[in-house]
């Protein structure tokens, strides 16, 4: 009898652990298996039907969650996927190019964190939400490197002197990382009219690890002004520099950055001039590589060198963002209206990178979504 009783047990455990393997190789949850199975006798009822955890807008059930309500940018990227990371946006208001076009954006393909195909494109928009490669254009503007693992990334826009220049960073990864750092470039792409484009030059080389993450750009009238984010005493701190002409920069100065939670740096960051402040889109992180990026308004009153973060921007509302929100882009709308645009890239727990759309408007010193 006992004999009996552990085959019987043993024939459940193997049946159990077959029926397991079996849902996780299909990728289904129990409820989604029983859902087929009785879908092909009947009709099974809809309490049944299984919830699909990868929709964009699915909401995450956080129960003191502050909802903002985004519009995910269709974009046509060279790679195919749609899937795209670090916007950075401008908008010229008697437009620009042979289309007259008032919004341009840089970004990079990111799908699914693959970083062969993150190589600067550029698309245009009448309103900052419809937006298409401009006709006569082939992205990217920079073909892939040869080398897996090497890549450029991190572009950020800049109209000048009636002149798109468009700054982006080339990571060419170390064969021997324990004894040579990676190589961080940041290199300069000009055009008249957005489509033809002059090759690539280096305008800044980071010393041993320092990273050169996203260059933001601006100029004040007098100077370009250049902020990234670097390690510095094996710290990630925000770098500033400034040049006469953009292609020769000083040596940095480390800005002091308060207000992060503690156990957060720096990770990127987006920088536009307003009459009386510098405004910054921050975003923090937990550690290199970005992980739990998360977005913040930081401010400055002493051209950069000084910034104040607020606390997290936007909650993590949907799936599309659930894992983190990225490298973000602000415009500020009129010269005095206390609204702003703002797109930011994030990337769903499937690893699904999206540029998402959201207006902001400025209430009691904070930048608060609207409706």
């Known amino acids: 009898m006992l004999l009996f009783l552990v085959i019987g047990l043993s024939s ?17 949850t129990p409820k989604a298996a029983a859902y087929k199975l009785l879908s092909r006798i009947g009709n099974p009822p809809e309490r049944f039907r299984p919830l699909r955890t990868d929709a964009s807008y699915r909401r995450l059930l956080h129960s003191n969650q502050s909802l903002h309500r985004p519009v995910l940018l269709n974009l046509e990227t060279s790679d195919g996927s749609g899937q795209a990371s670090h916007p950075d946006v401008l908008r010229i208001p008697e437009g620009f190019g042979a289309g007259r076009w008032p919004y341009w954006m840089a970004c990079t393909p990111y799908p699914y964190w693959d970083s062969f195909f993150e190589n600067p494109e550029i698309f245009v928009s009448r309103d900052g939400i419809c937006w298409l490669i401009p006709p006569g254009l082939r992205n990217p503007l920079v073909p892939s490197p040869e080398t897996r693992g090497d890549h450029h990334s991190d572009p950020d826009l800049l109209f000048y002197d009636r002149q798109l220049w468009l700054f982006y960073r080339s990571t060419f990864r170390s064969k021997r990382p324990a004894h040579i750092p990676d190589q961080n470039t940041l290199y300069l792409l000009r055009s008249t009219d957005g489509i033809h484009w002059s090759a690539p030059h280096e305008i800044l080389q980071g010393s041993a690890g320092a990273q050169l993450l996203s260059p933001a750009v601006l100029h004040d ?24 002409d953009g292609f020769a920069w000083s040596l940095p100065v480390f800005a002091i950055v308060a207000g992060l939670p503690p156990g957060r740096s720096p990770w990127h960051i987006d920088v536009i001039q307003e009459e009386d402040k510098l405004s910054a889109i921050l975003v923090s992180c937990t550690g290199l ?14 051209h950069g060198v000084t910034w104040l973060a607020a606390g ?5 509302v949907y799936e599309f963002e659930a894992k983190l929100q990225y490298r973000a882009s602000l415009l500020k709308v009129g010269s005095n209206a206390d609204e702003y645009q703002l797109w930011y890239s994030a990337s769903s727990r499937t690893n699904m990178f999206s540029i998402a759309y959201l207006p902001l408007a400025r209430a009691q010193g904070r930048l608060v979504p609207i409706d």
């Open 312 to 316: 997290f921007l936007l909650d993590l």
């Open 289 to 302: 590589g970005g992980a739990g990026a998360r977005i913040h308004y930081a401010s400055s009153h002493d």
């Open 221 to 244: 009238g007098r100077q370009f002004l250049m902020w990234t984010v670097e390690l510095a005493d094996n710290q990630l701190t925000i770098a500033r520099r400034t040049s006469p």
């Open 12 to 28: 459940i455990a193997a049946a159990t652990i077959s029926f397991l393997a079996l849902l996780l190789l299909l990728d289904l």
